[in-house]
């Protein structure tokens, strides 16, 4: 198959386009590297079956180029960031809902089989329910969550209207190798890693009761592949279908580095969700996807393959 990626230099795009090499697609990555690195990539490139063009997704010409005669396209290119949208909203919306406007107008004028559109569990917000369906209401809390959720309805429309095959993955938190953690905005267990390499103690924001759902890139991964290979559509909620409290994980983390010392707390911040766990038995039965990893093993190979 010939496929594209948004967003292909990023975390998650990079994992995904390495898997997609290995299993020797035609693969074409996009990516303005505002957030991604060459470094991430460079050595998928040696193949004469995957080729880089650096641009955004708010050029549409470009798309327009890029998508044509491909199958498929998986979106991951977004602004990535719950506080960054807070402090950016105009940004967040121009790049996360306008950008994938514009990936569904270049896949519907070009021909595109399927779009496979990275979404966000942040649309839930603060629903007092637990596990989250995708059958229930939602409750954006920040610009970032909004975007993910516009773009959930466009994609919905554009099956509807214009017969491209959509399908939205609501990605609970993500972690693995290549997540910076130097970014203001970075994730907590890339920020905890940071932290405890340097035998420093793991901030926590709130009191750690906080609970998240932690899927590790492999299996988000698997998820964004049989999503392009089967003829479901809709939304899918992509986790581990397990509560790990902020407390449980920073734990687990100076465990594996044998750090004798405790967390520090700092105040909350705004647009946080209180708790947060997927069931992802729709995912199970529609897209024939189960998560292989556990938090533990996840944490392990993440380590190992920053050494």
Not at 49 to 71: H, P, W
Not at 95 to 104: D, Y
Not at 151 to 176: D, M
Request: charged share 20%; aromatic share 8%; net charge neutral.
């Amino acid at each position: 198959m010939r496929y594209v990626i948004t967003g292909g230099a990023g975390f998650i795009g990079s994992h995904l386009a390495e898997a997609l090499a290995l299993a020797g697609h035609e693969l074409t990555i996009i990516d303005d590297l505002s957030r991604g690195k060459m470094e991430h990539i460079c050595p998928l490139l040696a193949s004469p079956r995957v080729t880089f063009t650096q641009g955004s997704i708010l050029d549409l010409e470009l798309l327009l180029d890029v998508f044509r005669g491909a199958d498929g396209v998986f979106h991951q290119a977004a602004f990535v960031s719950v506080p960054g949208s807070i402090q950016h909203p105009q940004v967040s919306h121009d790049i996360t809902l306008t950008g994938t406007l514009n990936v569904l107008l270049a896949a519907r004028d070009t021909g595109v089989r399927k779009v496979v559109h990275a979404s966000s569990a942040a649309v839930y917000g603060n629903l007092p329910q637990n596990p989250k369906r995708e059958d229930m209401p939602t409750d954006p809390l920040s610009p970032y969550a909004v975007a993910k959720h516009g773009g959930e309805e466009y994609c919905r429309v554009f099956s509807l209207l214009y017969g491209v095959s959509t399908i939205s993955l609501r990605y609970f938190n993500v972690y693995g190798a290549r997540q910076d953690p130097q970014s203001d905005y970075a994730a907590v267990i890339p920020r905890f890693i940071s932290r405890l390499r340097r035998k420093r103690s793991p901030i926590i924001y709130g009191d750690g009761t906080q609970t998240r759902d932690f899927v590790y890139v492999r299996d988000v991964v698997s998820a964004n592949i049989r999503a392009m290979e089967c003829s479901a559509e809709g939304i899918f909620n992509i986790g581990s279908g397990r509560e790990t409290s902020v407390n449980e994980l920073a734990q687990i983390l100076m465990g594996l580095f044998h750090y004798q010392g405790k967390p520090e707390f700092e105040a909350e911040r705004p647009g946080e969700v209180k708790r947060s766990v997927a069931d992802i038995s729709r995912a199970r039965s529609l897209l024939g996807w189960e998560p292989a990893y556990t938090l533990e093993k996840g944490l392990l190979d993440t380590l190992s393959s920053m050494d």
